[in-house]
């Protein structure tokens, strides 16, 4: 069974476009709002969340011109709400995303 870095790694491969990005960080989170408004019974605005949210993440893949990766299995429903968070604290920390071929952080290579 593949590791959660191998998913992580897939997920981020097809995720490229900034424009992907920003409407996934914004539509897994709506997602997630919508069901817990839907658990406690505010269900117009519980189901405006969960659909507006799945319609944001639809409008990504079309704009970067893929399908969503659940498409390749039902653990990317999982993926992706770790992903973003994973995004979201990169941008909060101001951490660099991905290490060089030399496992050093891109911004400190001296080469």
Do not use: C
């Not at 409407?23 to 969960?50: D, N």
């Not at 507006?52 to 079309?62: E, I, K, P, V, Y």
């Not at 399908?67 to 995004?87: D, M, N, R, S, T």
């Not at 050093?104 to 001296?110: D, F, I, K, L």
């Amino acid at each position: 069974m593949p590791s959660l870095a191998h998913y992580m790694a897939q997920y981020d491969h097809e995720h490229g476009s900034a424009w992907n990005k920003l409407l996934h960080g914004v539509g897994i989170p709506l997602i997630f709002a919508g069901i817990i408004l839907l658990i406690f019974m505010k269900w117009i605005l519980g189901a405006g969340f969960f659909l507006g949210g799945w319609a944001l993440l639809f409008l990504g893949h079309r704009i970067e011109g893929n399908h969503p990766a659940f498409f390749q299995g039902p653990i990317y429903l999982l993926v992706g709400p770790i992903w973003v968070a994973k995004e979201a604290w990169t941008f909060l920390t101001g951490t660099l995303r991905r290490p060089t071929s030399e496992n050093t952080p891109q911004g400190n290579a001296t080469k």
